[in-house]
């Protein structure tokens, strides 16, 4: 059989971390998970049904074998150079892999193949082992500085720490790679992989025996039943292979303990491993190795198969416990050995027990049993009696504690062997005087008759024949003296040893944190005892100390909280449920408890509540009811009778003298009428009648018993009361004591939570209702209107008293018992439960402490008042969930739906608030001194802390998890005041470090846990601290971020304790997750502030980065899980998104920052290329970079979830850290499978309609895919390398082009119909309050955006919540979560795509089929927006989104020529968006319609691309309807409403809306074919009155603008000293472009248009002095811009529309601004022409300066001056002279065209942020050769003065022609 395949895989890919090798201990840990998750790793069950792993589960010796010929041959073959090539340089060393297994093997004594084995174990775990070692001087400063501590303070406070020897984190690291730490850490993982090794057995043996593991639950075990590999032994079941499978496990356990009980130094020869740390680790290991394989031996005996084990297993055991004496010589050198000597003994004696199997034994000697055909009982073998027999005398002469189990039982066997024995010689002798041949020969002949089986005829009382074990008597002298064996029982049971024993090994065979066992194995164990005690009544009869120990054993020291806890046995291995089907327990001990209660009170009431406790067997079995039943019908009553009363006679009653009957009533609970005067009025209870017969159970004493059926149940409500009220009456039955009100108490509450838990197990939706029936039958005979919740009140307050609250008298259990009932009757009568905390004096007040402070508040923590602590804890704990829980349902009435009672009806939210803020006090003052208390065991501060801090947690999370975070908006509004006392206590400044102590010492204790294979309570005890500590630091950080708050001390201290919470993660995998949700809102919430956050890798140090890091990068393998693998990958981009700029560098580059400085030296020096750059920042093989890369490479083969964390990271790095592209582009394989990945994602809506949660991911996928790219190719654009990734990109678009744009998955009808029904189904409850806030992350699914989890819990009292088929509420919110989910995955995939589709018309500017892509694209938008129905608060933003993509993308376009046919479509879609849009500026979204309005602009400019004739005569037809459309409802009407919004004061106006109308006005004018329809144009705009509209604004548009500006200050002559009159210039622009059409001039110079403006206010600030373009005023600048680009272009237009009728008019409106007019021709003066003139002028500041708009003014001018002379030489005298010097402005234009090129090009002005943005465009080579401009400002500047040139010249030539200038 090959050991190379799970056990020991190929060594190679193993050292590369490529595969992973399964140790031991992790195999022992998955196979204890509770959760079950880690048993479904497909690797775990392929490694236990492996062929030769099952060989060393049956053959556990050949696992740790010595060094064999044919092992070192494997060695070496193993370790060739053809299996693993040599690398002395990197990350192993095969020399020192070699060397070290020789090592190892020679030392310990092992096979070259098993030290291989512990060799890679520890390689592939050293970064745990750094982890876990000692910390480092720079810890431990920070821990102290976390706790305020000094170093004193700090030592007594956490001993476990060394605070004074400590070394820096270097001198660690480099004695952690000494040979000699390595070695001693290779024994250290020898030791633990033979514990756990052997644990893996024992678990594997349990799962095979009894078809689940050990500490599975039952609702895990069968649910993973069929999902899991059953793991299967060689050989099969038979009864041989398990015999085999004993002798081997018994000669383990010898061998192991013989080594154990060797020195050290005889194994090891090197001294310097000698060491005391190693000496006990062997030991342990050896221990824990027996206590493994004495389980094993265990439970294969208990297997039901076999009646008796075979006698050859029965010698080797008795061989074995001779041998070593039982294991009493074992001596616990300390603590952690007496540990695992205590589970040896309890299982040497209760194996002991097993073996001799007592029950069977005595059944088959008395003849009552048979034995199987293949079985030979070993009472038949007289040597092996005789062994036996010698072994257990030995051990009575030794005085053996763990043997006295087994020497009782011998006794009792041997007793009935010479019992027998001299019955048949008595029988004999009498038989041989008679001689009766006949009678002996049919005697005979019976005998003879062939029976089933083989009944032990030899063992009969009355037979004759000489048995088997009669040789064995004869041969150790007891066949006529049995005296020797009664002295020895006497020795074991007359002091009561072997009970206690039992009562001890009891108590750690339970399900409390004693226990040693997993909860199945220590039940199996209890019921050996309980059948060992049952055989032990005929010789000890009904006794205290047997009692006692059938009780500790019936409870195994189980709690009544334990009874919470989820079942985890069968019936078959349930003690209770076994003890109800034994008859040898009932009769001879419980129902003798029952007939002597209540004389005797306490057995029968422990009995009761032990035995109630039992939820294992099924409901329809009689014994299911037994304890209820007889409890609501007890037959009997045994008291004192009094001696006054003497109303009864004797009766002849067979052969009972002591018969009576009563004469008279007897009242069990006279009334004290001197106390009380009269009384009760009614029908007094338990007044037992008259003719009740009974009997006297003694001569002496009036002890009765009578036949009194009553309620066992109400008669202790009685009494309680009784006892209460004890002047009141003078109870027959006497006062109870306060043990026995305890026990009472205890039973009650123990009876209810039974019944909820059994009524919730049969899916019972109202549990409560058993629980009402008991309390109802508690409280059956109490008087004065009082039931036994207020009866259990009164004498909690009662024994509360300061007097009475005794912290060392047994008056705490009764204040246990009380918190306990209390606990119980929540879930049946909450209203009572919260209305009697109000007044309760146990929690604080806002006045005074309360008394449980007081009683807790000594140093020392005895153990009944820390069970009353912790009951006090649990109880606070469930009020608190009670609250949360009942949220809903105390909105509703007293009726809920289907006619059920609510039990919340009448509790006002105030109660609630007031009672949990009493509760938050006191738990954070216990929380708060519990570092102060001195506690027996570490384990009970543990336990307190376990109870305490989820108490402060769920208060804080359900106060702000729902709803807006406020109250009384929020459904847990009650808990608001309590929540805000905790934060503020935890996150104030004033908080100091005694607070976070209590979390610290929780850190370190957890640091500092040791591996163990047993006491599985305890390390659950010890993991829910730890974790709940975590979960509460993650809540207090999140709400201090949620809240806004400043860096808190909190936030600072964690910091501080960071290494501790890196290095948890090494102690347990269980702790990794949660640990890192809090290291990860740590780095989230310092990112949040404005300063530097700290640095998480300086808090942790180099070293122990590298570590944690190393460790996280395995991603959980080999269990691969996905909630962690996901957990770690969120936290790497936490580290890389939020400013943890050092740790972010470790993640990318595999590299610690000291050794990328180091390595960095040479190479920054004259590195100028990109390919130096990248050898800068290479990556490491072992980066979680290169890790996440190679696995996203197979993304069709991970888990949709892991895909989307990875590619979160990787694009969070490519975006904080660019130079990640270059590991990320060599990738070729992982970008090859993400495009075709994403090219092959199906439609979402099909995928939603089969898999909804795969269309989630998958949108998600898509979105994270289309940023990958979009990102990746803008990196690389900017070295100039992103065309080819792009091109290919461009390929496998087909995903993101079909579903980009569209976010169609969200389900209007199942919001809004959801959202109505529930408001009505659940009155004053809406929807939004159970949406989650951002207190935790949310994740897509059914958990997204609602919490269901908390729904589940507040709602579950609806029956409609469900639903009857699963068709409830509950189905609809998860629809609605995926619905949302889906939605949030499109927008994502949007906003993507739209990243991408930017980077790819960035890089594709040439690509032939990306205009069309885009034009798609473009349109989708219009449509998805007018398609869209939904919420408008989130579908508003993404609607704004498309529109903006879609104007975008139109605008890349702009420079190319898309068909005509596809803009006509653009066109026609545009105008159907804006069509769809009413009202947009008053009651719509009007940014929404501004950006329509852009994306129509830029459309219609597209249409000047078409200069072609034809193509504009063929289709304009079709478009022209539409721009009219366009000018009608777009222009005409929107502009009205914009100038009337102008006017009115309140609302904001916004002077671009104008402006870009009149830009569409324009585009739409330029419509080829549009000069024809100038009618219909002037008719649409007199409709709306656009042109008096304008003319009115132009009017008002100074005064406009003195209500423009708040800042606004008025000149002396009333003009806007900084105001903007630009309304002016709007007005006009528009209708500048109005006028551009013939027949609109000449109606506006008709309505006297020019008249109009040359009258207007504004007019009249445009002719002063000041207005320049280069004006220091605003106001001034506005003026000439209005001049020039309004006033001058309508005279313009006007004058060729209408020509020489309205010259004269437009001369004088020109001869208005004189100063403007000469101005238009000084600007222009060169600089030199300028400074000769400038002293005749007053030289001007913007002369010698050219400007674009002072060209344009001149070419205006020009053209006016020219057509003006031109119309004044036809018509002389009509038309005035226009004062301008034409001759000088051309003289000035040719000097700057013939003069210096660089002179005009420093003269030149931009005005505005377009010219400013063409100065910065400069010219390719050769146009600045061609045209001798730089950049294309002045381009344009050239052309104008060229063209301004022309035209003055064209006006000169007309001039000259009418006789010159």
Known sequence: MSIQNFYLPALEPLLKGETTLLPWALVGSALSDTSGKRQECALLLEFLNDAYVQTLFAEPS???????????????????????????????????IKEDTKWLSETVTINEETALRIILVEFQSRAQNQLRGPLSTQDVVNLQDAAGLTNSQASSIFPSLNFTNTMDADSLWSEFDEPKSRKRRLLETYFTERRYFMMSADYVLSKKLRGRLPTAPIAISSSNGSQQQQVALPGGPDKQMYQDMLLKYLQLLEETLESAALPLESTIQEAEFVTAELEQEWTKSHLAVAVHALGVIFQVLDMKECNFAPISIIDKWFEF??????LDGLQAVNEEIGELIAPLRCLVSVTTLKVLNLPEALAYLLGESTSEDDEDPYVTDSQLLEKIHQVIMDASEAGSITASPAIFAWTILTHLMFSSHQSRVEKRDSTQQMRAVTNFEQNMDLEMQPRPGRRNSDASMVSMEAAAYDNFLSSVGMHLDFQIMEQTAASVIGKGEIFYMVSEMSSGLGDSLAAMFPPGIGSRMRIVLIKFIGCTHPFVQYQEEPVSALLATLSGNRSYWDLLRANELDADADVLAQSLQDPSFLDPYFFQSLNRYPLEFMPF????????????????????????????ATPTLTFVLPSEFQQYELTSDGDNSNAFVLLDDLNLFPENTIAWGRGSAGTTPFVIPASTRGRFITDSGHIVQLDYTHSALSLLGKRLEASLYGRQYQPVLGDLETDQIAASISLMATLLQTGIQNASRRGNNAPWEDGTDLLEEFGAALTRNKDITTIICEVLDHYLQEELADPDSNVMAILTACVQFLHAILPIVPGRVWSYMTRCALLNTESSAGRLSRITANLDMVFDRFDFLVSSMLLMFDMVESAMTSSVQRKAGVQLKGRVENLWAGTSDKLLARVCFSVAQTTVDIFENSSTWRFSSELHRTVLMRNVVPILNRIVKYAFILGDSKPPGVLTACLFPAASYIVDSFLTPSAGSLRFQPLLTTFIVSFQLQEATLYPRRKEAYTDRLISCLEFATTLVRVANVMEKPQTIVEAQLFKSA????????????????????????????????????????????????????LLSTLDKPFNQTIEVNRIWRFFSAIVRNRQQWMANCLLTGKMPRDSIRKSGDVNKGRKDESKKEEKTETSPTSVLKIGADRLAKINEIPASESLVILEFLTSALNYYPWTIFTVHKQGELLDGLRQYMHFLPPSLSTAKANITRAIHQARIGAHLAEFFAMLIYHLRQIGDADELAEHVMQDLDYCLREGVAVSGYNTSLHVNLGRNFEKQYAGCKLEDFKRTLLEPRELGSEFFYALDYADTMLKFDPGWVGKKNNGFKSELERANNNLSLVDAQVALFHSWEFLLVELTNCLRKNEQLPTKMMQVARQCLDANEATHGPERFFQQVSQSRANLCLLLIQRLAGKAPKFAELTALLQTVWSSISATSAPFTA????????????????????????????????????????????????????????????????????????????????????????????????????????????????????????????ATTSVNGVAGESDPIYGELSLLFLRELSALPQIAETMAAEGLLSQIASA??????????????????????????WVKGILP??????????????????????????????????????????????????????????????????HIALLNGELTALRVAQPGLIPEIKWDSRTAEENLDLWLNGSRRLLRERIVALGTREVEWRSQRLNAEDQRRMDCDNRLEQRVVAALVESRAVIGMGDRVDGNDGGA
């Open 62 to 96: 050949k696992t740790f074998a010595p060094s064999s010929q044919q092992s070192k041959s494997v060695f070496e073959n193993l370790t060739s150079p053809i299996q693993i090539a040599p690398t002395p340089n990197g990350r192993y060393d095969v020399k020192q």
């Open 321 to 326: 416990v001779g041998h070593f004496g039982f």
């Open 605 to 632: 009431i422990e009995f009761s509540r032990a035995l109630s406790g039992c939820l294992t067997l099924p409901e329809e079995s009689k014994e299911a009811g037994l304890i209820p039943k007889l409890l609501s």
């Open 1059 to 1110: 290494s501790l919470l890196a290095r948890v993660c090494a102690v347990n995998s269980t702790f990794r997750r949660h640990s890192l949700e809090l290291l990860e809102a740590l780095v989230l919430s310092a990112a949040s502030g404005s300063g530097e956050p700290p640095s998480l890798l300086g808090y942790l140090s180099a070293q122990a980065t590298r570590s944690f890091l190393a």
């Open 1484 to 1607: 719509g979204d009007p940014n929404y319609y501004r950006t329509l309005l852009k994306i129509l602009f830029v459309t219609l400019r597209a249409y000047s691309h078409y200069n072609s004739e034809e193509t504009i005569n063929i289709q304009a037809v079709r478009i022209e309807q539409a721009i009219l459309n366009i000018i009608d409802k777009v222009v005409g009407q929107n502009f009205r409403t914009l100038v009337t919004l102008v006017h009115d004061p309140e609302v904001e106006s916004d002077p671009s809306d104008i402006a870009l109308l009149t830009a569409i006005l324009q585009a739409c004018l330029s419509m080829p074919g549009m000069d024809e329809n100038q009618t219909q144009i002037l008719n649409i705009l007199s409709s709306h009155d656009a042109l008096h509209v304008a003319i009115a604004l132009y009017s008002w548009s100074d005064k406009l603008a003195l209500s423009e500006s708040k800042r």
């Open 1657 to 1682: 206010s504004i007019t009249s600030y445009i002719r002063r002095p000041t207005v320049g373009p280069l004006s220091d005023s605003l106001a001034a600048q506005r003026c000439y811009s209005i």
């Open 1690 to 1755: 309508i005279l313009v237009h006007v004058l060729k529309a209408v020509g020489a009728t309205i010259a004269p008019e437009v001369a004088l409106v020109l001869n208005q601004f004189p100063h403007l007019l000469a101005q238009s021709v000084q600007r222009l003066e060169p600089p030199a022409k300028t400074r000769i003139s400038s002293s005749a002028r007053g030289g001007k500041a913007d002369s010698g300066y050219v400007t674009l708009l002072a060209l344009s003014e001149l070419q």
